[in-house]
């Protein structure tokens, strides 16, 4: 039965991990509605130009799937950890703590969906609503590591025996920083500066263009190079130098791809005059590459030694 612990862990671990998976695939559809313009495809909320279905267009059909997700889909595998984290797990506060975040984040997420749209769709409300999606990705990413490896162990101190930063610090200025990337992308594509550079790298062929929407979306370029070198020299240090772990290696080698393949459809998304398909995968990735530097700073937390211990029995 489901309430032996060996069942329940298993049971446990899937349902984090297809909650963690519909938070990526709602922030992938909300890029969706953004690149195709289907924000406003359903004036209206909760209901869809005043009915529970939309209307047979495609714009509302795109806003009206995404509210979908969330309402029918999400928030059921939301609520739905959160209460196995309080009713079996209430002890372990590495998993009660994130889900009850995420929770709160979801509630706040929804009502944010509706001020968006009710208020047709003002620039820093749509990157606020963005910057929530990615916190509750990382609180659920928190959760489903937890679950499958157990629970990480904060270090005493900010320096190793070298001298030098503890990874998991490395670790967590790197997430920050791409967290930092992704809502500088959102306001790239908010204020309206996504045409403003026409060329790649530079801008109109100028390292820092005069100012206005250019200066805007070339700031999002130098931020990515600057946080990219820290990102890169990271998942080296995962890599090569601080653990052997073949986990932390594998995550800080997909991590290192995504990176690689974000810059390549970046610049591609530039020079073929920003195809919405382009824009979405833009987002698409940044959102994988946040979400795999999540699960590598929360890891190294759980690392000990050479090897990662056996997942928690709580």
């Known amino acids: 039965p489901l309430s032996q612990p060996g069942r329940l862990r298993a049971w446990f671990r899937g349902l984090s991990a297809a909650t963690t998976l519909s938070v990526f695939a709602l922030i992938v559809l909300g890029g969706v509605v953004r690149v195709t313009g289907s924000g406003l495809g359903c004036p209206d909320w909760p209901l869809c130009h005043g009915g529970i279905l939309p209307p047979l267009e495609t714009k509302a059909i795109i806003e009206y799937s995404h509210r979908l997700v969330a309402s029918a889909v999400l928030g059921p595998l939301i609520v739905a950890t959160c209460a196995v984290t309080w009713i079996s797990y209430r002890r372990d506060r590495w998993l009660v703590a994130p889900a009850t975040v995420g929770l709160i984040l979801m509630l706040a997420q929804a009502l944010l969906g509706g001020a968006t749209v009710l208020t047709g769709l003002p620039g820093w409300i749509v990157a606020a609503h963005l910057a929530l999606g990615e916190a509750l990705l990382a609180c659920l990413i928190l959760v489903a590591v937890v679950a499958y490896f157990g629970p990480p162990v904060l270090p005493r101190s900010l320096h190793d025996t070298d001298g030098g930063l ?149």
């Open 166 to 314: 503890r990874f998991p610090i490395l670790a967590l200025v790197s997430g920050l920083g791409i967290y930092l990337i992704v809502i500088s992308g959102s306001i790239v594509t908010n204020s309206g500066a996504t045409g403003a550079c026409s060329n790649w790298p530079l801008c109109q062929f100028q390292l820092l263009p005069g100012g206005g929407l250019p200066l805007i979306h070339m700031s999002h370029r130098v931020v990515t190079v600057i946080i990219g070198v820290i990102f890169l020299y990271t998942l080296y240090v995962a890599y090569q130098q601080h653990f052997k772990t073949p986990q932390l290696q594998w995550l800080s080698l997909i991590a290192a791809v995504l990176f690689a393949a974000q810059v390549v459809v970046g610049a591609a998304t530039v020079l073929m005059n920003f195809p919405p398909e382009l824009r979405a995968l833009h987002l698409s990735l940044a959102t994988l590459i946040w979400g795999t530097v999540a699960a590598l700073a929360i890891l190294s937390l759980i690392v000990s030694g050479e090897d990662l211990p056996e997942a928690s029995n709580a």
